[in-house]
């Protein structure tokens, strides 16, 4: 079974411009979350959708927005780029227990000049 | 809200020894996961534990689900150059009525050859 996968693996834009990231989950899959992972804040929850719905949201600003699609797949845009932006940005999937483990992609390395 | 104290927070072992780290928290947690990042990559789940007391093993590694459901601990054995990474701990619960997966800060592993 193909595991998650994240596209693009690396990205730079400048401040002040938006960025969309992609996450397929595991085939049926219907959960994902999503996590910025910066060196000082460690791994820090954005936000988790299930089933096209956004189930779950951590303490971010309104520039970072997210949306789920009917086969699972996620994207996680983020509007007008800051500095501090500049993570490496991971999604992960989970089966449709709540319980279930998650199993996390390769990030994608979002850097903002 | 729910904290995971890791630690230590790095290590430096020579090839073949013992490691053991450990999470604890002020709050309940129903999952306790393990996982190991390597550099550049997104984090790799080595062991889940589900029950209060439980201790599993994969391969050379040991972890245990604390009987008061607050701490879990890692342990490495016989390490070896590719254990090399940062291992993180994460709990899974409820806080306010919403499922969280929290990370602790991680334990970054040096194995001297």
């Known amino acids: 079974k193909a595991g998650v996968t994240q596209t693009p693996r690396y990205l730079i834009k400048t401040r002040g411009q938006q960025v969309t990231l992609s996450c397929s989950p595991i085939?049926?899959?219907?959960?994902v979350s999503w996590y910025q992972q910066t060196p000082g804040q460690g791994l820090q929850f954005l936000f988790e959708?299930?089933?096209?719905?956004?189930?779950n949201k951590g303490n971010f600003p309104g520039r970072f927005s997210g949306r789920q699609f009917s086969n699972s797949r996620s994207e996680m845009n983020v509007s007008t780029l800051e500095l501090g932006d500049s993570a490496l940005y991971l999604c992960?999937?989970?089966?449709?227990?709540?319980?279930?483990?998650?199993?996390f992609g390769p990030g994608t390395r979002l850097t903002v000049l | 809200g729910q904290q995971l104290n890791q630690s230590p927070q790095s290590m430096f072992i020579q090839e073949g020894e013992d490691v053991s780290m450990n999470c604890t928290s002020s709050?309940?947690?129903?999952?306790w996961l393990w996982y190991k990042q390597d550099p550049g990559e997104g984090p790799v789940l080595l062991i889940a534990?589900?029950?209060?007391?439980e201790l599993t093993s994969n391969g050379r590694l040991t972890a245990q689900f604390g009987i008061t459901r607050k701490d879990s601990f890692l342990n490495i054995s016989a390490s070896i150059p590719s254990d090399v990474g940062i291992y993180f701990c994460?709990?899974?619960?409820?806080?306010?009525?919403?499922?969280?997966?929290?990370f602790g800060k991680g334990t970054k592993l040096t194995v001297n050859p």
């Open positions: 992960a999937s989970r089966g449709q227990v709540s319980t279930d483990t998650q199993y």
């Open positions: 085939s049926g899959h219907r959960s």
């Open positions: 959708y299930f089933s096209e719905t956004q189930r």
């Open positions: 709050s309940i947690f129903n999952t």
């Open positions: 534990l589900y029950k209060a007391g």
């Open positions: 994460a709990g899974h619960g409820t806080q306010g009525g919403s499922e969280k997966l929290v």
